[in-house]
């Protein structure tokens, strides 16, 4: 497995690669490499010649609010290298912030994707998903791939990706991966480091009140604001510190209807240090 650090030398492979006729996958991330991580490889082999899997963690999206979680973002490089080259990636590239942004983050061009970018996450994390939106359209242009691969478990960021990549033009397939999960149903997520022994064992609570509400759903019941009233009193009292609780339209993430059948309930909460998102796809 190469390992770049250039744009240059990245466009160079990726040219060499194009002109033998290979299909090309990326897959971005921030690194701290875990199982989920590796699932997405593996969906990016089965739809790809190559695979190129970027790790860069964005300062643009750790907004003020963050309270540090940018500098404090684990840094696992050489872990994140050898789990790669297991994995059979083709390439890492790992850029620094200055090739990244060259006129500074504060100095650079943003791409926004309104509408979808500003609530749910994008309410607590403001300019967020403008961060997302800004690197990922830069990988997509330095890259060119075939194919992108996200994991479904940040449902909004793949929205918003898949939105992104339909206006702007890419002519690229954005391929969304089921969230991988820990044996007692906990999404698996870098974030999941910050949560004390005692936070781990109560953590799957997340996971099950989703599955809860989802029930609720396919049984027929239409009261979604008894539902997500519900499941947030559910989690206060398993010591969450709710954010949202929301049955939404799964295509553009407004307030579900009655007669809305494709649904996802996406939930976000604090348990200590360490903020959990999760989220389930329905149709009824």
């Given at each position: ?7 240059a ?5 990726i040219h060499?690669?194009?002109q ?10 921030m690194g ?9 490889v ?13 790790v ?8 003020d ?10 840094r696992?490089f050489?872990?994140d290298?050898q ?20 006129a500074?983050?504060e100095?650079?061009?943003?791409v ?5 970018s ?5 309410k607590?994390?403001?300019?967020h ?9 830069k ?7 075939d ?10 960021q793949l ?14 397939e954005?391929?969304?991966v089921p969230t991988v ?20 064992q ?26 997500e ?7 206060r ?12 339209r799964?295509d ?8 809305d ?6 939930a ?17």
């Open positions: 497995m190469q390992t770049l650090t250039t744009i030398d990245l466009r160079q492979q060499a690669w194009s033998q006729g290979e299909r090309i996958a990326l897959v971005p991330t701290n490499l875990h199982t989920g991580h590796l699932q997405l593996e969906a990016a082999k089965q739809h790809a010649d190559r695979v190129l899997v970027s860069f963690v964005n300062p643009l999206q750790f907004g609010a963050s309270g540090g979680d940018f500098e404090r973002y684990p696992t050489e872990a290298r789990k790669l080259v297991e994995s059979g990636a083709d390439l890492l590239f790992f850029p620094s912030q200055e090739e990244m942004y060259p500074g983050v100095n650079v061009t943003r926004e994707v309104p509408g979808i500003d609530i749910l996450c994008g607590f994390r403001p300019g998903f403008v961060g997302v939106a800004t690197v990922v359209a990988f997509l242009n330095m890259v060119q791939p194919v992108a691969v996200f994991g479904e478990k940040d449902f909004q929205l918003v990706i898949r939105r992104l990549a339909a206006e702007l033009c890419f002519p690229v954005i391929v969304g999960r820990e044996v007692d149903g906990l999404a698996m997520s870098s974030r999941n480091q910050y949560l004390s022994a005692e936070e781990r109560r953590a799957a609570a997340l996971y099950r009140t989703l599955q809860a509400a989802k029930e609720r759903l396919v049984s027929g019941e239409t009261d979604m604001a008894a539902i009233s519900d499941a947030e009193k559910i989690l009292e398993a010591g969450f510190c709710p954010e949202y609780f929301t049955v939404c799964a553009d993430l407004q307030p579900a209807a009655a007669a059948t494709a649904l996802v309930i996406l976000a909460a604090w348990l200590g240090e360490a903020r959990l998102i999760d989220n389930i796809q329905l149709q009824r």
